[in-house]
């Protein structure tokens, strides 16, 4: 079955430097990946949608210039965060979809900002 | 706008009960609707989509226009379905995506 790796599972770091995600597709090319936020004992809420090539599309209320993302193939993309605070500390989930198919997930990245 | 409610944050049944997950949606066209399933320590996955009308390890999922509604129902439920449970819509060709608030699913022996 497709296959969604996530890098790192988990980062610790100080406030004010940058975290980069990695997120590839093993077995698929992925026409469309998203990235998602999720707090404690919450449902997953969507920060942008990619498509290879092209800039992302972010949701109202994510900030494009703290939250970049890259989608540089159809293989990857990577979510950097911009000079982290405490606040950023959430799980972050990717996944990916190639057309109109189904979403397929990885383990997400446990973010910690000391 | 588009949303979508899961009324249980916690679903407690007995083995071997029936079992049905709550969820309505709110959108104006033609929806796509999916369960997603994360087992402990597992990432989230596909259970099923409305579109297949398919049934996955004993699951279904009807979509009702009428009421807004694609309810997950399992007759039988098995200790192993313990899991959260996430309902999901997409629009615009899967490009935008939103979750519900998720139900988790506690089957007691």
């Known amino acids: 079955g497709a296959v969604v790796s996530q890098h790192p599972s988990r980062v610790i770091c100080k406030s004010g430097t940058s975290v980069k995600i990695e997120c590839r597709s093993l077995d698929f090319q992925a026409t469309t990946m998203f990235w998602y936020r999720q707090f404690p004992k919450q449902s997953l809420m969507l920060m942008a949608t990619?498509?290879?090539?092209?800039?992302?599309?972010?949701e109202q209320g994510v900030e494009k210039d703290k939250f970049l993302i890259n989608h540089a193939s159809l293989t990857l993309s990577t979510l950097t965060v911009t000079s982290a605070h405490p606040e950023d500390s959430s799980f972050y989930i990717c996944s990916a979809s190639a057309g109109d198919q189904p979403q397929h997930f990885g383990d997400g990245t446990r973010l910690s900002i000391l | 706008a588009q949303r979508v409610t899961q009324p249980e944050k916690l679903l407690s049944v007995f083995k071997g009960a029936p079992v049905e997950l709550k969820c309505n949606y709110s959108y104006s066209g033609s929806p796509e609707l999916f369960w997603y399933v994360q087992y402990s320590r597992q990432r989230l996955q596909l259970l099923l989509r409305h579109i297949s009308r398919e049934s996955i390890k004993g699951f279904t999922a009807d979509l009702n226009k009428g009421e807004t509604s694609f309810h997950l129902k399992k007759p039988f439920a098995q200790e192993e379905d313990s899991a959260m449970y996430y309902c999901a819509l997409s629009w615009s060709g899967g490009f935008k995506t939103i979750f519900g608030a998720g139900t988790r699913l506690f089957v007691k022996a």
């Open positions: 990619s498509n290879e090539g092209s800039k992302a599309t972010y």
